[in-house]
């Protein structure tokens, strides 16, 4: 584990892997090193052609944590990995990890961006989380209620039915979820409303792959292709077969072959 010190002085933990050119994993919801097996398997499988940065989002794991929180102190540490990296870097975001790395790229070094399925909600009259989720969510935290901060971030913002997440409060993984309690009002603060900015994204200028699973939530499916409608310089694709749990070893090569061209990898819009 080596550390970077963020603009507010906050450290930031991660873990660095090969050698080449270098990617910096931005996890979503629920991610940290000490129990996000899957992200470390992406970053040992690129870490033949590419130095792999995986790091904890402040507030989780072995990352310090400072008050009040802002996106733009997360948008600092991303500028701290960038100038460990060497000055610029690309980025692999996970849901709304996704989204973070979007919002880094209109302003900081990134050479590329690529991200799964961020969690937007573009269907018109559907879904939308609770006006104040951000507040409610930190809220139940100062309160000492870090499991109802989880069912409801689960249930009230992400959409999932009660009944698959009250069994879900008797399972060994609960404890691990809510030790990350405390910065889910960070992703919610990261994704707003939710809604889909395309004004703002349209200004992510640099070459972006949008990757979706071929069964995942049809939502999560159209989300994705609203996202490729507003970017100037985008790829979509599909891993068949996979859901918003996606495979390591389905998606490294597709991350592979994308930071290891040189081309814009920009698709004609047809």
Do not use: C
């Amino acid at each position: 584990m080596e550390k970077v010190q963020s603009r507010d002085g906050t450290p930031i933990a991660l873990d660095r892997y090969g050698q080449g050119p270098p990617i910096i994993l931005v996890g979503g919801a629920f991610q940290h090193r000490a129990i996000d097996s899957e992200t470390a398997q992406v970053a040992a499988l690129l870490s033949s052609d590419l130095t792999v940065f995986h790091y904890d989002r402040r507030g989780r794991g072995d990352s310090g944590d400072r008050a009040p929180y802002a996106v733009e102190r997360e948008i600092e540490d991303l500028a701290a990995l960038i100038g460990e990296a060497g000055g610029s870097a690309a980025v692999f975001g996970m849901s709304s990890g996704g989204v973070l790395g979007l919002e880094a790229a209109r302003s900081l070094p990134i050479m590329k961006v690529a991200v799964y399925e961020p969690p937007f909600m573009v269907d018109e009259g559907g879904l939308r989380p609770p006006a104040d989720h951000q507040e409610q969510l930190t809220e139940l935290v100062a309160s000492g209620r870090r499991g109802d901060a989880v069912e409801f971030f689960m249930t009230k913002v992400m959409g999932m039915p009660d009944e698959a997440v009250a069994p879900m409060r008797n399972a060994p993984m609960w404890p691990a979820l809510e030790g990350v309690a405390p910065t889910l009002a960070y992703d919610s603060a990261v994704m707003g409303d939710f809604s889909l900015p395309a004004d703002r994204l349209a200004g992510v200028a640099v070459p972006t792959l949008v990757i979706n699973g071929g069964d995942t939530d049809p939502r999560l499916r159209r989300a994705g292709r609203a996202l490729w409608a507003v970017l100037p310089d985008v790829q979509h694709r599909t891993l068949e077969g996979q859901t918003h749990q996606v495979a390591p070893e389905a998606l490294a090569p597709v991350l592979e072959e994308f930071f290891a061209s040189s081309d814009s990898m920009a698709e004609a819009r047809t």
